[in-house]
């Protein structure tokens, strides 16, 4: 398999790229290398025969036309984003022009691509749009997101990446091109922005820091470790069927003071505190995000049955595997002060 992966330097992209690579396939990776894309995510493969790599903007057409026609893939997974609800908040022009322009250019390189491949070709190609959960907008207490849920998005984030989503389907509808679209819950594990939930309470917990936490705490995700979500977005590609909406969720939901809680207990396992103490004294409850989600949770029924696919991590068995990489890694967590800065708070200028 030859496969393109837009977003290949940043956290679940280079996971797909290194499982791309493990499984044999020949990986073109394409990532503008912004904040949060680095080089050291995919370094166990840079020099691997089957691996390239090219630095380039997903909204810049000739660019992407150029690495399509050239590398001539057999699926293109599109990840590349901005991915911060918090940043989308203070800045969404950005989002806009990369997770709504950035998947247009996309889909028409992919479709000009494919309309000019030979029928048994045409069969086997697979564009995947990878999304989120947070297109779906928020759950109350009970239900589960499901293929068939509205779309209710509530940031710049969650906007400009359903409008994505919009954009791949009827790139298929209009035009026949085999699109899938994917949507997953909280990804976590190895390489993940140091500006995300878990690497900041890692980042907080070790300096001794007050380590902060939405509101009341009480809003909830499911988690999904990162191996598996790619896991099944490869199967995705071999499996799955054109114009279908795929589910990735953990069936791990839990509150996010209980989830900075188990983080916080891990880690004192690890690397325990002074005597008498816990990292869970640090916990510090500031002010809410506009607009915060109360719940996110899928099901994942349909994707389990027609991949074969489940998630093989537990929350515990991937906490402590991402805590321990962390504290193996500790570099990974330091970033300049802008990047870590509070974001969010609806304080734009208007």
Known sequence: MRTIITGGAGFIGSALVRRAI???????????????????????VTNHPNYSFLRADVADESAINRAVTRFAPDVIFHLAAESHVDR?????????GTNIR?????LEAALS?????DSAARQRFRFIQVSTDEVYGSLDETGLF???????????????????????????????LPTIISHCTNNYGPFQHAEKLIPTVLRHALAGQPIPVYGDGRNRRD?????????????????????RDYLFGGRTEIA????????????????????????TDQISMVTDRPGHDFRYATDPTVTESELGWSAQQTLHSGLEATVAWYLANRGWMDRPAEQLAR???GGRSR
């Open 343 to 345: 974001l969010g708070l």
């Open 102 to 106: 950035g998947t247009y250019v996309m």
């Open 113 to 117: 691509y494919w309309s000019n491949l």
């Open 223 to 243: 988690w999904l470790h990162v191996d598996d979500h790619v896991a099944g977005l490869m199967l995705a590609a071999e499996r799955g069927k054109p114009g």
């Open 146 to 176: 499901t293929e068939h849920s509205p779309y209710r998005p509530n940031s710049p984030y969650s906007a400009s990446k359903a409008a994505g989503d919009h954009l791949a389907r009827a790139w298929r509808v209009s035009y026949g």
């Open 88 to 96: 989308s908040i203070d800045g969404p022009a950005v989002f806009i």
């Open 256 to 279: 996010n003071i209980d989830l900075v809680r188990i983080v916080c207990d891990v880690l004192n396992w690890h690397e325990p505190c002074e005597a008498g103490r816990n990292y």
């Open 22 to 44: 493990c499984c044999g396939w020949h990986v073109l990776n394409v990532d503008k290398l912004t904040y949060a894309g680095r080089l050291e995510t995919v370094a166990d």
